[in-house]
């Protein structure tokens, strides 16, 4: 079995980023019409966009429920890049609720939050290992970050279960010739020059431009990564974003899409009130600025992005504001073209491409 797997027939809910945010989710289930066990009486099928876990108060519930409805054969899901991390044992900001080492400093922004125990860890890591890249029939397409042709058919050739083996190979590669370039060296004269620790959003270092090339790289070699966290280039101002300082820039590949195929994506934190990036933790450019919360986007008109930002309920929390008010878990209904939040309320998206229009008839 492919990487790339085919989406089941018939009406989809395809729903954005949880983040832990199981009281979301379980809200939206509601508002979509399903039952505890995943039913719906029209024989909808639900599809997570990835990113179930990290920052949310209970990442474990999240995924014991995901897992639940996957295996009952009422929702198929793709991986995202915070469960890529995951399966390869690899500690970013937030992911305290399963890594031990990262408990002290996700503390002080995330807790509370429920940690997993024992058998717990067994089954999501037995979740994720089965779970593809993308999903695609003949009106639609479903990734978490980015779909190109290179990377797609790269991906297809591979077997199911092989993510962590693949992910590794390509950054042994990455790593290989960041020592042949010398650029490990070059990022080491870097780092002496700013001591200070990267994950320290009160100092904002210098451009570091080993370090950018150091990150394109690890980015653009491997096929899952950009798949699952998008098309990146070296930037030119570092910025804070994902608990950490980054020198390279998102890249909006959606304005160079040109299939008639529709596509949905989450990963990207959309927004529907306008709201500062910087304070949500996340300093990079606003690929949506300019675009219409409920619109589709791309050169084409036939990309959406379901992910509302649910992920920074925590932010909101911590200043003592109400978080269900600015950030939304979300669900694209498929072929209604309509968005559910979990709050219950309903929106027609708009500026839906010609080509796809005609595709999706």
Same mark, same amino acid.
């Given at each position: ?35 505890? &066990? ?53 500690p970013k900001d937030g992911s305290g609720w399963y890594f031990d080492e990262r408990v002290e400093r996700d503390n002080l922004k995330y807790s509370p939050y429920l940690r997993p125990d024992g058998p717990q ?137 040109? &299939? ?23 300093? &990079? ?57 979990? &709050? ?18």
């Open positions: 079995m492919s990487l790339i797997q085919t989406l089941p027939a018939g009406p989809l809910d395809i729903i954005g980023d949880i983040h832990g945010e199981l009281q979301a989710l379980q809200d939206l289930l509601a508002h979509l019409g399903y039952d505890a &066990d995943g039913r719906h009486p029209q024989q909808r099928t639900i599809v997570f966009v990835g990113d179930f876990c990290d920052r949310g108060p209970d990442s474990p519930g999240v995924l014991a429920l995901a897992q639940r409805l996957i295996e009952s054969g009422r929702a198929v899901a793709v991986l995202g890049n915070h469960e890529i991390n995951l399966l390869r044992e690899d860890r067994e089954e999501i890591v037995s979740l994720l290992a089965k779970l593809p890249i993308a999903l695609e029939r003949d009106d639609l397409r479903v990734v978490h970050a980015a779909w190109q042709p290179e990377q797609i058919a790269m991906a297809r050739a591979l077997q199911m279960g092989t993510v962590r083996r693949e992910y590794d190979h390509w950054e042994d590669e990455a790593a290989r010739k960041a020592v042949q370039s010398h650029l490990k060296d070059r990022m080491r004269e870097e780092r002496v020059l700013w001591p200070h620790d990267l994950e320290d959003g009160e100092h904002k270092p210098p451009f570091l431009g080993a370090h950018a090339e150091n990150e394109s790289n690890k980015q653009m070699l491997n096929p899952l990564k950009v798949l699952t966290s998008g098309v990146e280039r070296q930037g030119v101002d570092p910025f804070y974003a994902g608990g950490k300082w980054r020198f390279v820039e998102r890249v909006a590949w959606w304005d160079a899409y040109t &299939d008639a195929i529709p596509v949905v994506v989450g990963h990207y934190w959309r927004r529907i009130h306008p709201a500062s990036l910087a304070k949500l933790g996340k300093g &990079d450019r606003d690929l949506f600025a300019g675009v219409s919360p409920y619109a589709w986007h791309g050169r084409q008109g036939n990309v959406f992005c379901v992910d509302y930002s649910v992920g920074a309920r925590w932010s909101a929390r911590l200043k003592g504001d109400e978080p269900e008010r600015e950030f939304k878990l979300a669900a694209l209904r498929w072929p209604e073209r309509q968005l559910q939040f979990d &709050d219950g309320s309903v929106h027609a998206t708009t500026h839906f491409g010609e080509k796809a229009l005609q595709r999706a008839a």
